[in-house]
């Protein structure tokens, strides 16, 4: 069973950075990929960036020049570095790992903005 978690969430003041890393475990093999997802009370989920097993990446785009998504190296590790954070910003975040065309995702970790 594939255990996905999140860490580095909190609070920060706009226009400030963030680093979420996401670490899925207990697959013994690279994840074909590790995406970054939030949702907001109220609405869905929706796509932030992902990054594929040998570092494809691809953002949404309102996103994409404010956060930068990496992989490290031979690992079913990921980063999401936040900058310039606003407080639209502030939502739950989630990682979800695709290993073996199977979906896990994390519980979610909180990112508040304040302005």
């Known amino acids: 069973q594939v255990h996905v978690v999140e860490s580095g969430g909190g609070s920060v003041q706009a226009g400030g950075s963030l680093r979420l890393s996401c670490e899925a475990s207990?697959?013994?093999?690279?994840?074909?990929?590790l995406s970054w997802w939030r949702q907001v009370t109220g609405k869905g989920r929706e796509f932030v960036a992902g990054v594929g097993k040998v570092g494809t990446v691809s953002y949404t785009d309102p996103l994409k020049d404010r956060f930068t998504i990496s992989r490290a190296n031979a690992t079913n590790t990921a980063y999401l570095q936040m900058n310039s954070v606003q407080p639209e910003d502030t939502a739950m975040y989630y990682c979800?790992?695709?290993?073996?065309?199977?979906?896990?995702w994390g519980q979610g970790i909180q990112v508040t903005v304040s302005s």
């Open positions: 207990g697959y013994y093999g690279f994840c074909t990929s």
């Open positions: 979800k790992a695709v290993c073996n065309s199977d979906e896990f």
